[in-house]
């Protein structure tokens, strides 16, 4: 899950009702929010999707590659039986394949990345409506990130809260 995203909108978020409820009594809570969301049932799917995407990919990229060899293998092979037409053909064909295949890391990469964030969105956005909605339900105006608190009373951790939330024991 994006760590960085999931910070600043509740941060953002904060920021709003602080300066919405300044003159209100303030009540303060705290949560880890990636313990809520590495517990949600949705957010393990997402990782099992993730994991045969990212395995599908690097198979399609394995298979690419052994096609490459296996032609390169064939050229060596039979080269000195072409003609040097042949062989110029033969050699921009695999110099093709090779070209193809350098970028493939990176373009492997920028896939998962996407794929992550798609995957990742509607579950960061569930958990934040859920951490609204406890905070609202029991008189938060304010909820921080954990690891940006020092010092606070357990009382004041709504993970729980928000587990029940969500339907998660």
Do not use: C
Request: aromatic share 8%; net charge positive; proline share 3%.
């Amino acid at each position: 899950m994006n760590k960085r995203f999931l910070v600043v909108i509740l941060m953002i978020w904060t920021l709003h009702f602080f300066y919405n409820t300044a003159s209100a009594q303030n009540k303060i809570g705290f949560i880890d929010l990636n313990e809520v969301l590495n517990s949600m049932p949705e957010a393990k799917k997402a990782d099992t999707t993730l994991r045969e995407y990212t395995d599908a990919l690097n198979a399609n990229a394995n298979e690419m590659q052994k096609e490459l060899n296996d032609k390169y293998n064939k050229f060596v092979a039979d080269s000195l039986k072409m003609t040097p037409a042949a062989k110029e053909a033969q050699r921009r064909i695999l110099q093709d394949k090779i070209q193809e295949l350098s970028g493939m890391d990176q373009k492997i990469q920028n896939q998962i990345d996407t794929r992550r964030n798609e995957l990742a969105v509607p579950i960061q956005k569930k958990a934040l409506e859920a951490v609204k909605t406890v905070a609202k339900e029991n008189g938060y105006t304010h909820v921080f990130p954990k690891e940006y608190v020092f010092v606070f009373p357990e009382s004041d951790d709504i993970a729980d809260k928000v587990k029940r939330k969500l339907g998660i024991k």
